[in-house]
């Protein structure tokens, strides 16, 4: 039986990959943060399952690591654990740069520590090219636009120095948006998706956006973790993007998620200041040939039809809580 280690499996990716792995067989442990409400909603159904084991630990917590990974002794390390969100890390800088780049440093140390000869998976971002035009593949110039995405290139690049110097088998899966109805409620999608449901239900009336001209390639978050897998399948360990090949505007995908609903979005979205970003990423549209190449991988979801299926997905929660009593 193999054995994975999931960095952020109470995350949108986390409780995918979780269960994907748990199917093929995996005995799966995850790391969980300790919170003073539950923080594992995502994982709840899967609590039962024997094979999954939670211990407490934070990216912050070098020794923590050091320890955990000794004692797992894993054959597959996905690190999906981060301090997610880009507009946030302009307000907690240090702690962003704390979790996602020393973090992925003390976990690729406590691997080396512990002399193991295991799989590694790191999950960068397409907000790693910032500023440069798309299309963006594997060789593209990075130009961060965010604290976000400078932690997460310098954990690029620590992934790819110990692949060089310590000939560790450490990949780096580019991945852009993916989205899903488990996405974190501040991200712009489900932000949409949720304000459709209760604006459908009479329960509000407006949402308020930053940036409505962005464009993002967003996928569906169950088929890249099934790419993470396979990243860590084949003989050579490489660097992939993921993605969709296809840009939308924040304001296509108000339209169609709202549509959906029969409603029209320009009678719902204000606009917020608040929510715009001291720099901005105009445009993220991504090549993913090598991985269909190599691996076989190719986004089946479009973006609209990702809004549909999240903004259905949001009307059944808003349903179920109208009709609890
Ligand atoms: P989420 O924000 O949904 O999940 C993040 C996870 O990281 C949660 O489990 C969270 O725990 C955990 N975490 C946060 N801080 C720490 C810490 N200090 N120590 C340990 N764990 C921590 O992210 P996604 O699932 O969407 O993304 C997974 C990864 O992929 C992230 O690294 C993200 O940056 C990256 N990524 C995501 C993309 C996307 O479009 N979704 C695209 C490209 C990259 P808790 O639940 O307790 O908060
Ligand atoms: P992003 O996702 O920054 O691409 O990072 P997000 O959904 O936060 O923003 C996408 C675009 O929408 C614009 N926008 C808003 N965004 C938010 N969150 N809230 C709003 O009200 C709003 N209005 C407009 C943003 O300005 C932006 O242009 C996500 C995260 O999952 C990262 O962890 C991941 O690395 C990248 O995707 C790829």
Not at 46 to 58: A, K, S, V
Not at 69 to 74: E, H, L, M, N, T
Not at 89 to 94: G, K, N, Q, T
Not at 182 to 210: C, M, P, W, Y
């Amino acid at each position: 039986m193999k054995r994975a280690f999931i960095t952020g499996i109470t995350g949108q990716d986390g409780s995918y990959l979780a269960e994907l792995l748990l199917g093929k067989g995996y005995e799966v442990h995850g790391l969980v943060r300790r919170s003073s409400s539950m923080n594992r909603g995502r994982i709840d159904h899967l609590h039962t399952d024997q094979t999954l084991h939670l211990h407490y630990g934070d990216l912050t917590d070098g020794v923590g690591l050091v320890n955990l990974i000794r004692d797992i002794r894993p054959d597959e390390v996905y690190n999906l654990g981060a301090q997610s969100h880009v507009k946030v890390s302009f307000e907690m800088p240090d702690y962003t740069a704390s979790t996602n780049s020393i973090g992925t440093l003390n976990l690729l140390e406590a691997i080396r520590a512990a002399g193991l000869d295991c799989r590694f998976y790191q999950a960068s971002t397409s907000e790693m090219f910032g500023s440069t035009p798309p299309p963006q593949n594997e060789e593209s110039k990075f130009h961060p636009r965010s604290p976000y995405g400078a932690s997460k290139l310098q954990a690029h690049w620590v992934t790819v120095n110990y692949r060089e110097a310590y000939g560790l088998y450490a990949v780096s899966g580019i991945l852009f948006n993916h989205e899903s109805p488990r996405r974190g409620e501040n991200f712009v999608t489900r932000k949409i998706t949720k304000a459709v449901a209760a604006i459908s239900a009479g329960i509000q009336d407006h949402v308020e956006l930053g940036n409505l001209e962005a464009i993002r390639d967003w996928g569906y978050a169950p088929e890249y973790v099934e790419g993470m897998w396979r990243m860590l399948q084949v003989d050579e360990p490489g660097d992939y993007v993921l993605a969709t090949g296809v840009g939308h505007t924040v304001r296509d995908f108000c339209e169609a998620a709202f549509a959906h609903a029969d409603l029209d979005w320009r009678d719902y979205v204000q606009h917020n200041d608040s929510f715009e970003r001291p720099s901005e990423v105009d445009a993220l549209i991504g090549d993913a040939s090598r991985a269909a190449e190599v691996l076989d991988w190719r986004a089946q979801t479009t973006a609209l039809d990702l809004a549909r299926l999240m903004v259905d997905a949001d009307r059944k929660d808003v349903d179920r809580l109208l009709h609890s009593d």
